[in-house]
């Protein structure tokens, strides 16, 4: 039986929608749905090896769900079932991710249109703020994939700036041809349904917040500072 050979797990609206625009097209690759949420929910293990029953051997097959950065614990889980599994984490400024959470989920009525943005951040609606704390997600990654080896962080920012080298540099860690290109690399995937900007209050009170996180991640990942590094 089949089981994922990559996971994606997070982190949500920074970029896993294009990623699986993109990858799944790749001729090694095989994803048939994206999000299948299956290291949290109650479901056999024979039903995750159907998602991948009609893969051919020389594919890998992939799993991208941002959610599996939202609970503790799922780390293990995973390892449990996929050891040899490459771990993918796309990282965002954690002040624009929650906010653009927040937007989708008034969008999709899983928050109350009427709670304001920082409500919803300080009552950690929907993980919104434990979303955010990449450091502590990948720490726990880390205990079972090592990091740079079989963990592998990459930034929301290079789809904007730099799109084919960070699909090659995704490519490359996945040790899958990484010449391949899909057509259309800067296409805008998925954006937001809902407008607006963050009021600057509350982006200085989520940023606050963030500060130490951002710190211990930096040290982490070996950077002086991250894409989103402020002041």
Not at 82 to 94: Q, T, W, Y
Request: net charge negative.
């Amino acid at each position: 039986m089949r089981v994922a050979n990559f996971i994606c797990a997070g982190a949500q609206k920074s970029g896993t929608t294009w990623l699986f625009s993109q990858i799944s097209r790749h001729p090694q690759v095989f994803m048939r749905d994206k999000e299948l949420n299956f290291f949290y929910r109650d479901l056999p293990l024979s039903w995750y090896g159907e998602r991948f029953a009609n893969a051919r051997e020389d594919q890998l097959c992939g799993d991208i769900s941002p959610n599996y950065a939202a609970f503790t614990g799922l780390a293990e889980r995973i390892h449990a079932i996929c050891p040899n599994a490459f771990m993918l984490h796309i990282l965002r400024d954690p002040v624009a991710r929650a906010f653009s959470q927040w937007k989708m989920a008034r969008y999709l009525g899983n928050i109350p249109r009427e709670v304001p943005f920082i409500q919803a951040f300080r009552e950690d609606m929907q993980f919104m703020r434990r979303r955010g704390e990449y450091c502590v997600i990948l720490e726990e990654y880390a205990q079972f994939y090592p990091l740079g080896f079989r963990l592998g962080v990459f930034w929301y920012d290079d789809i904007a700036r730099r799109p084919a080298d960070l699909f090659k540099d995704i490519t490359t860690f996945l040790e899958i041809d990484s010449h391949w290109r899909p057509p259309d690399l800067s296409a805008l995937v998925a954006p937001s349904p809902e407008m607006g900007e963050i009021d600057q209050s509350d982006a200085a009170e989520v940023a606050a917040y963030y500060e130490p996180f951002d710190k211990t991640l930096c040290a982490l990942v070996g950077l002086s500072s991250l894409p989103w590094s402020r002041g």
